[in-house]
Every structure is written in C-alpha cells, then in structure tokens.
C-alpha cells in the first residue's frame, strides 16, 4: 500500500513543478525574446515483485527469474527530469525605437548529434564583465553612450568590447554594422552561434550563460553557413503560445487533482486498517 503512495505523491510533485515553470512561462508572454521552456517527464526504474515459497500467485512465464516466481514490474512514480526552453523564433513586432534590435533566423546548420539546429544571441556583458546571452533586443543607450539591456548590461561588438553609440542619428544595416551620419563607424554587433543550445542555462532577465569552462560561444559571423538579419527598430517577441500554455496548466491541475485523490483513497485505508481492522475484540 505505501507503494501507491509514493507513486501518487510522486506524481504530484511532477505536475507542481510542471506547473510553475508553466505559470513562469505565461509570466513573460509579454516579455521580449523571452524563450519557453518545456518539462521533460519521466519514470522512475520499474522494479520486479517476485513470490518466495509459494506457487498460488500468477506467475508470467517471461518474468521468471533464476526459479524465483516473478510477478511482474510495478512501477515507482515519474518525476520531472528537466526544463529545456524551446529556441524557436517570436513574432517581429515593430517600436519605432532606434536602440531597438530585432534578431531574425535565417540559415541555422543542423547539429548532427541533437539532430536540431542551432541559435543565434546578441552578446552581452553581465556585471562581472563575463559573456552573456539574450534574445531581448529591447536595448537603451545610457548616459555615457554606450548601448545597453534595460538592466545595465554592456552589448558587445564583435572585438568583444562595449559599443558605444557617438550620435543620437545612427542606423544598423541587416549585419549588424553601424553607421552615424550616414558614415560607418567600424563597429559590428556581436551576434554569437550555440551548435547545441541545450547546453546554455537560463539566468533569468533574459539572459543565458554557457556552462562550462569555457563560457564564450563563438561568432556567427566566422560561419559561412549561417545567415541572419538584423532589423533595427524591432523587437522579437516571447515565443510562448498563451492558449497552449492555458491548456497545458489546465491539464497538469486535473492530474494533480487525480493523484491527490489517490491519495486520500490510500489513507482512508490506512485509517481504517489500523482503526478496524488491527483492533483488539
């Protein structure tokens, strides 16, 4: 009977947690660039009950073991093995603004191991002067000219140094290059290349860091095979899809509520074996 209440406990813990990375997802349907994540469910190891001393049970020929009478796997419960986000690109969605970037996917080779294709990043640097990052374009010039996140993070070029914007009249072509006055200044936004985004790890604010010693990804712009655009006076907006994730939270609640009346079914049993029927006449 404590079985059942692992298996079901189990199942509740999943679908909690299931459910608050999709609350965090409906969250930011509104912020930009932000990427969904996806839970990844799984059971755990099936374990084998098998009869001593007695020949009564049934018995399944292909579970038989070593003379031991096997009767069959029972299962211990599923768990949420790990949230992903989902790299596909949001909806271009036009500001008027011009410190604001949108990063469009053309050309991304496929990786041959994951059998999926890469992504591409504007880099940033966090406080600490390490690489990060974001497809939030949503950036800001600050006081000293230099272009940043809402949050104060430098956006790089492609030397690896901030950009620093030296007039309020400037554009960006479709490669990143910078002109002010209709002259180009020599800069280049970085745009860096993930071959296997599975491997970057949500921080939060947008942003995502390699893990790893090494935590600089290299340059889009070293790949001839890849292509992109940047469009400036964009955004991209969050790739989550609102009636999915609304679906998705209603289904994780209904069996959440499954297994917690499974529960409670266990313990009215517990209560009345111990009440009933380990009583003393």
């Known amino acids: 009977m404590l079985r059942g209440f692992y298996t079901a406990a189990a199942g509740m813990l999943s679908q909690q947690r299931r459910q608050e990375m999709l609350t965090n997802n409906l969250a930011n349907a509104n912020t930009p660039g932000f990427k969904a994540d996806q839970g990844s469910l799984r059971a ?39 949230a992903l986000p989902k790299f596909k690109q949001g909806d271009i969605q036009e500001t008027g603004n011009q410190a604001d970037f949108a990063l469009i996917d053309g050309n991304l080779p496929v990786n041959p191991d994951t059998n999926r294709p890469g992504a591409i990043f504007f880099q940033v640097l966090d406080a600490n002067g390490e690489p990060r990052y974001t497809r939030n374009g949503n950036f800001t010039v600050d006081g000293e000219g230099y272009l940043t996140t809402t949050d104060g993070y430098y956006v790089t070029d492609t030397l690896g140094d901030p950009l620093m914007i030296f007039g309020a009249d400037f554009t960006v072509t479709a490669d990143g290059r910078f002109f002010e006055d209709g002259e180009d200044t020599g800069q280049q936004i970085q ?39 940047v469009k400036q006076k964009f955004i991209e907006r969050s790739n989550v899809n609102i009636e999915q994730t609304m679906t998705e939270m209603m289904t994780a609640y209904r069996t959440f509520e499954a297994n917690q009346k499974v529960v409670q079914a266990y313990d009215k049993s517990m209560e009345k074996a111990v009440n009933e029927i380990g009583r003393i006449s």
């Open 44 to 82: 755990f190891p099936e374990m084998l009950i098998t009869s001593m001393n007695t020949q009564t049970l049934p018995v399944k020929k292909q579970y038989q073991l070593r003379g031991m009478n096997t009767v069959g796997p029972i299962n211990t419960g599923v768990y949420m093995q790990e």
């Open 191 to 229: 745009i860096a290349y993930a071959e296997d985004p599975g491997q970057l790890v949500k921080e939060g604010n947008g942003l995502f860091r390699l893990d790893g010693a090494n935590q600089e990804l290299p340059s889009a712009l070293d790949n001839p095979e890849i292509t992109y655009q």
